[in-house]
């Protein structure tokens, strides 16, 4: 199996990390049974001519491979968080157990049970017991083992030092200073793990970003039917898409507004004021925003919302849907919804994880729960009462709209 595995690491190396973090072994298995079932050979040597003269298999594999590690690496993400998160559970649970300890003591004292009495009577009992065995041991200058008698006053009177520290510890514990101890501690290791979680979490994401950077370039390959050594453009070249998307934008916002309960103010074409004054650098007014042009608006679109979101790299359909959202609800908004949707990190940041994903995903089936995420959205806000028909009516009309982009036979309601 290992000479399988090298040769797949030697088309994507980001899975060395992969493997290296899989402690159930699960993922090295994977991978040498997609380099035999895509190549069709047992043999490694026979497997590595074969991909080393058959391109489409070379470029078969490269997906499979990007593939299996996108996997792999989520998977290993999300053990890493649950570990964290037990830790955590297990730190507080140790404080909690504490904390009642001191409470039903002090419950029991308040009530007067003689349970209570059992710690204040073993506390005496050593205390007596220590101050009796130092005065026979001054009364009768006994020696042992070659001590002097001064050398063992002195050993008595540290043990009774101790003993002393242990009961006042004891009976002291529930203070204000030894709580406010605890949560010094509790907050000195939480902050330790929140710093290995995140150090974690920053190492892992590293190799997911490296690892969704080679599965995009792969599917890329594949669906360009380019080799393997060749340089991979866009898996889809929908950057044409934006005029598409921008009439549906323009078509849901119409022209100018300016409604009181909407927070935007004056808007012209789906641009708000604020819009407006940060594209041209100056300070406007409702009228420049009533006599701004379609093609400013347009070039708006473009810069502000269609490119900071990737749309010209998303699928077919998926373009329109996360670009009207963005406009309608915010870029993060609209990116944030998309990544719970295809299952990454919501970071609000479209990077290569987020559109390997996206791209691995089915089309209809991401823009059906990308709209479904959209109306929660929407429901959640308090003008919901006001404008929860029109953005219903808005998000089923893109849907619809995005759906047509990529072949979705549409039903009739």
Known sequence: MLPLIAIATSILPDLIKIIAGDKAGTVATDVANAVKTITGETDPTAAKAKIATDPATATNLQVQLAQIALTAAKQQNDEADAQRQAQLAELQQRLADVQNARTNLLNLATSK?????????VSFLVMIGFYVL??????????DNGLSQDQLINICIGALVAAFSTVVNFWLGSSKGSQD????????TTAVLKTQADQTTTALNTANAATAKAATASIAAAQAGSTP??????????STNFTQCLAVVFAEEGGYTNDPNDSGGPTNFGITLADLKEWRGTDVTADD????????????????????????????????????????A???????????????????????????????GDPHAIIQSFSARRLDYY???????IFGAGWTNRTNSVEQAALKMVGAAVPVA
């Open 181 to 188: 101890k605890d949560q010094v501690q509790a907050a000195q």
């Open 330 to 360: 915010g870029i993060k908004t609209s990116i944030k919804t998309l990544q719970d949707v295809v299952g990454v990190t919501a970071d609000g940041s479209i990077g290569p994880i987020t559109l390997a994903a996206t791209k691995a």
């Open 134 to 143: 130092l005065t026979i041991l001054i009364i009768n200058h006994s020696k």
């Open 113 to 121: 049970s003689p349970i209570a009495w059992v710690a204040p009577t």
């Open 289 to 328: 925003v009533k006599n701004m042009t379609k093609a400013e608006a347009q070039e708006i679109y473009r810069s502000k919302y269609w490119n900071p979101m990737q749309c010209g790299d998303l699928p077919n359909g998926i373009d329109l849907e996360v670009f009207d959202f963005g406009v309608n």
């Open 229 to 238: 050594g060749a340089a991979a453009g866009p898996t889809t070249d929908n």
């Open 379 to 385: 429901r959640s806000l308090p003008k919901w009462p």
